[in-house]
């Protein structure tokens, strides 16, 4: 069901916009020529709030926590009240917790499951009638994706549930032009690691970790070429090769040793 957005405002909507990927996801499409608004959504205001100043477009400041029903409904009016012409949606919200089953508290467990999955399949499902042919959807994901992976379990779970839903969503959305991309990187330098460190140190180095800007430079690029899966790096290329071809238990052993580096 498509919302008629003809001579409507072209709106890129970007969550987790006050930190890390989105943030940069963000300053990148604010140079876009598809794009004449962003909307920012995450918790933090004054984060939010320093970002409009520095983009050189009109930005719309939502302030949501996109676990919250309540938070949801109004993204919803917003959009029903505006009618948008929303050529991006960018899902970057989203985080992971370090640990195991039972170090792990089931309430982060639970939250990692509304954020990662539930919140992402939400905002998608409401933002796609408001975007026409040549939309682009990127929905941030993780390498961790491609196989099970202990002391990240429920994190990884959640990254694959939705690979799974980005693949066929892509097929379903096939006939209106949209184009949607999982994006699957390795470590990034963001503040991912300083929120999964709290509920444990269970990998002690991040082996080539990128720059923000190069994986959503290569992001955009690999959305725009209609790829469903972005890896964006070397590393979650052969991860994502490996979790193909190779049994789950030998990845699994693989990343026991690597996280011990
Ligand atoms: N960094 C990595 O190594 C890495 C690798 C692969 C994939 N990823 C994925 O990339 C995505 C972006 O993460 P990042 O690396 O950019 O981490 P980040 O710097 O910690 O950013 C996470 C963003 O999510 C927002 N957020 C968290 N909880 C929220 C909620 N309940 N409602 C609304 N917004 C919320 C945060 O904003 P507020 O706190 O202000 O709400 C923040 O803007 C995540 O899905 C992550 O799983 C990260």
């Given at each position: 069901?498509?919302?008629?957005t003809?001579?409507?405002?072209?709106?890129?909507?970007?969550?987790?916009?006050?930190?890390?990927?989105?943030?940069?996801?963000?300053?990148?499409?604010?140079?876009s020529?598809?794009?004449?608004e962003?909307?920012?959504?995450?918790?933090r205001?004054?984060r939010?709030?320093?970002?409009?100043?520095?983009?050189?477009?009109?930005?719309?400041?939502?302030?949501?926590?996109l676990?919250s029903?309540?938070?949801?409904d109004?993204?919803?009016?917003?959009?029903?009240?505006?009618?948008?012409?929303?050529?991006?949606?960018?899902?970057?919200?989203?985080?992971?917790?370090?640990?195991?089953?039972?170090?792990?508290?089931?309430?982060?467990?639970?939250?990692?499951?509304d954020l990662?999955?539930?919140?992402?399949?939400?905002?998608?499902?409401?933002?796609l009638?408001?975007?026409?042919?040549?939309?682009?959807v990127?929905?941030?994901v993780?390498?961790?994706?491609?196989?099970?992976?202990?002391?990240?379990?429920?994190?990884?779970?959640?990254?694959a549930?939705?690979?799974?839903?980005?693949?066929?969503?892509?097929?379903?959305?096939?006939?209106?032009?949209?184009?949607?991309?999982?994006?699957?990187?390795?470590?990034?330098?963001?503040?991912?690691?300083?929120?999964?460190?709290?509920?444990?140190?269970?990998?002690?180095?991040?082996?080539?970790?990128?720059?923000?800007?190069?994986?959503?430079?290569?992001?955009?690029?690999?959305?725009?070429?209609?790829?469903?899966i972005?890896?964006?790096?070397?590393?979650?290329?052969?991860?994502?090769?490996?979790?193909?071809?190779i049994?789950?238990?030998?990845?699994?052993?693989?990343?026991a040793g690597?996280?011990r580096?």
């Amino acid at each position: 069901m498509a919302v008629d957005t003809q001579k409507a405002t072209k709106v890129a909507i970007v969550t987790g916009a006050s930190s890390g990927m989105g943030r940069e996801f963000a300053r990148q499409l604010a140079k876009s020529d598809e794009v004449e608004e962003i909307w920012l959504i995450a918790r933090r205001r004054e984060r939010l709030e320093e970002l409009a100043r520095e983009l050189p477009c009109a930005t719309k400041i939502m302030c949501e926590d996109l676990t919250s029903a309540s938070d949801m409904d109004h993204i919803a009016a917003e959009l029903s009240k505006q009618k948008p012409n929303v050529t991006y949606l960018v899902s970057a919200a989203g985080f992971g917790k370090f640990g195991t089953w039972d170090t792990i508290p089931v309430q982060d467990n639970d939250a990692m499951i509304d954020l990662n999955c539930k919140a992402m399949v939400h905002i998608t499902t409401i933002v796609l009638p408001y975007m026409r042919r040549g939309s682009h959807v990127l929905e941030i994901v993780s390498c961790s994706a491609f196989t099970p992976l202990p002391h990240l379990n429920v994190y990884a779970a959640s990254k694959a549930f939705m690979q799974s839903y980005v693949r066929a969503l892509r097929w379903e959305v096939r006939g209106r032009g949209v184009c949607v991309t999982a994006v699957c990187p390795g470590w990034v330098k963001t503040e991912f690691m300083q929120t999964a460190e709290k509920t444990g140190h269970d990998v002690r180095h991040y082996l080539g970790a990128q720059k923000p800007q190069t994986v959503v430079r290569r992001s955009l690029l690999a959305n725009k070429c209609h790829f469903a899966i972005a890896t964006c790096g070397i590393g979650a290329f052969v991860l994502r090769i490996l979790g193909k071809f190779i049994p789950h238990c030998i990845t699994m052993a693989g990343w026991a040793g690597v996280r011990r580096l």
